[in-house]
Every structure is written in structure tokens, then in C-alpha cells.
T-cell receptor, first 115, second 112 residues
């Protein structure tokens, strides 16, 4: 079974802090993704990576950065946390394929609150 | 207008009912269609994965794609209280953007 592990289930941080969310997958997937999920808005793609040290912006990259130094690990960084970044953050991974046609496997999410 | 539209619900049905969940989309390039189930406080888990038009069945679940109408459906037969969850559709094209485009999810409640 594919396992995508997110380092924290719940996290509380203060405005202006630098926040790191970590994600590890054990299936040797090339692609990794970060989404945020908000009521009524569904899943919105923040960033994704299709190879080590490679990244592409998603639909809502502002205020975020990412790092992928190893194939199995993908980090999301909130450079200076703000209250509008309070959300559920989901990491996913998939095999590479043409376009985005491979199914993605998700972690259980990190519920982040910015006070 | 969103690229993928999905009724948010909640949809409440009695145990044993047949459930129909639907998504419409606007991008005719979409070829791959997926359904995910998400329980409260958990990540989405893949339920069904189909390519192009047609039907696919897996146990009590049937996924249907009608590309001519840009409409996909998930049917759940003999629904159980354990099916209570949010169901997300997702889709992608063969080329271009590597990520999936998701619907916002339909919340399903199956009453015992």
C-alpha cells in the first residue's frame, strides 16, 4: 500500500512565523503535490514537484515556497504565516505520466491554525 | 465559472438506497477521471479511476463517464452508513498540466 506521511496532524502557529510542513512518501513516486482544502473551495493546488529539486507553481502559490531535496520528501514552507493561511494542508504523490493522468495518493493532512 | 462543478450536498439517503453522485466539467481535453472518498479528518482515498468514456464497476461502486455531455457519475449500490463521507471527483488531460483538477466535493450521509 502507498504510504504518504505528513509530519503533523495539528499545528498552531503565530502570525509572522516561518512554518514548515513535511511530507514523506514510500512508493518512489516522481510527483509530489501540496494542496490546501477549505470549505466550499475544495482542493486547491499550491505547488508540485515532478523531480528532485524541480518545482512548479500551482493555482495559489503566493505566500508559500517548497523544497524537494530528496525524492521521497517534499516540504511546504510558509515564509511569514498569516491568518488567511489557516487551513487543512494535504500532501499527495503519484507516478509520473503524460499530463496529470496518474492517480494521486494522499496523506491524512495537517490542520494548521495561524493565530 | 469553475472548471469542475460538483453539488456540495449534503445528500442524505436511507441505508440500502442507490446513491448517484455527479460532476460536470467544461474542459473537453479531460480524459482521465477519478473519484475519491474522504472521511472526516482524513485525506482523500482513491475509489475509482477511469479513462475516457464508458462504465467501470468495482463491487458496489460504478463509475460512468459521458464525455459528449461532459458529465461523470459515481453510483453506490446498497449504501451503508460506512459510506458516509465526502466524495470528490477529479480529472486531468493527457498533456499539459500535471496535476488533477478537483470538484469541491459532495457530502453524503447514509442514515441507518
Amino acid at each position: 500500500d502507498v504510504k504518504v506521511t505528513q509530519s503533523s496532524r495539528y499545528l498552531v502557529k503565530r502570525t509572522g512565523e516561518k512554518v514548515f510542513l513535511e511530507c514523506v512518501q514510500d512508493m518512489d513516486h516522481e510527483n509530489m503535490f501540496w494542496y490546501r482544502q477549505d470549505p466550499g473551495l475544495g482542493l486547491r493546488l499550491i505547488y508540485f514537484s515532478y523531480d528532485v529539486k524541480m518545482k512548479e507553481k500551482g493555482d495559489i502559490p503566493e505566500g508559500y515556497s517548497v523544497s524537494r531535496e530528496k525524492k521521497e520528501r517534499f516540504s511546504l514552507i510558509l515564509e511569514s504565516a498569516s491568518t488567511n493561511q489557516t487551513s487543512m494542508y494535504l500532501c499527495a504523490s503519484s507516478f509520473s505520466g503524460r499530463g496529470g493522468n496518474q492517480p494521486q495518493h494522499f496523506g491524512d493532512g495537517t490542520r494548521l491554525s495561524i493565530l | 465559472q469553475k472548471e469542475v462543478e460538483q453539488d456540495p450536498g449534503p445528500l442524505s439517503v436511507p441505508e440500502g438506497a442507490i446513491v448517484s453522485l455527479n460532476c460536470t466539467y467544461s474542459n473537453s481535453a479531460f480524459q482521465y477521471f477519478m473519484w475519491y472518498r474522504q472521511y472526516s479528518r482524513k485525506g482523500p482515498e482513491l475509489l475509482m479511476y477511469t479513462y475516457s468514456s464508458g462504465n467501470k464497476e468495482d463491487g458496489r461502486f460504478t463509475a460512468q463517464v459521458d464525455k459528449s455531455s461532459k458529465y461523470i457519475s459515481l453510483f453506490i449500490r446498497d449504501s451503508q452508513p460506512s459510506d458516509s463521507a465526502t466524495y470528490l471527483c477529479a480529472m486531468s488531460a493527457d498533456t499539459g498540466r500535471r496535476a488533477l483538477t478537483f470538484g469541491s466535493g459532495t457530502r453524503l450521509q447514509v442514515q441507518p
